[in-house]
């Protein structure tokens, strides 16, 4: 079983490199954003409790996105591994995950993260407000706060893996296929 966390600052491409990714090696792509539309949606027991802590402007409890990430876990018993997007953020939503995946008798076997210059994450976000109409990709100051709050929020998920020989950094520039080429090299070592 391969269990990859994807990582990469707001624009670098993680959706579109996990959706690829996902096809290529058989695995589940679990976004964390998808799962909690999901269970808000679909007003489940733990979508209501999410939505109680975000109502009020707070962040989701770490345990509540576990056991949500556990349900979608348990959904795929016959996964060939997962593809982890958007968690986790902290070491200790970290930590909370690698006790899941040894619970499940398995584990996190890398971090990949896309690397993309500032300035090129910047012009891609604002392309993509253009036609998305997402309005937090329309604004240049919110964009390049978003990715500063990356950067001071995950530069320890950096070091946490790092200590585990399980960091690979991967140049996020250039076409879908020439950074998936690359993602792919890396996938195929671990």
């Known amino acids: 079983m391969k269990n990859i966390v994807l990582f990469g600052p707001p624009g ?3 959706g579109t490199q996990a959706e690829v990714l996902k096809e290529k090696y058989q695995l589940v792509h679990i976004s964390t954003g998808d799962v909690f539309r999901y269970n808000i949606k679909n007003e489940t027991e733990l ?10 402007g707070h962040l989701v409890p770490d345990e509540v996105t576990i056991k949500m990430l556990n349900a979608e876990v348990e959904k795929n018993p016959e996964a060939n591994g997962f593809i982890f997007d958007g968690f986790p953020r902290t070491e200790a939503q970290a930590e909370a ?5 040894d619970e499940k008798g398995s584990q996190i076997n890398a971090m990949v993260a896309l690397e993309v210059d500032d300035e090129v994450l910047v012009g891609r976000l604002i392309e993509r407000g253009k036609s998305s109409g997402r309005a937090d990709d329309a604004n240049e100051e919110v964009i390049r ?26 140049d996020g520039v250039g076409s879908i296929e020439e950074i998936t080429e690359r993602l792919s090299e890396v996938f195929d070592r671990i």
């Open 12 to 14: 670098a491409g993680k």
């Open 145 to 170: 706060e978003r990715i500063a709050e990356y950067y001071r929020k995950t530069d320890i998920l950096k070091s946490y893996y790092q200590a585990q020989d399980k960091y690979y950094g991967v």
């Open 47 to 56: 979508g209501a409790l999410a939505k109680s802590y975000m109502d009020k």
């Open 97 to 101: 995950l690698s006790e899941l995946m």
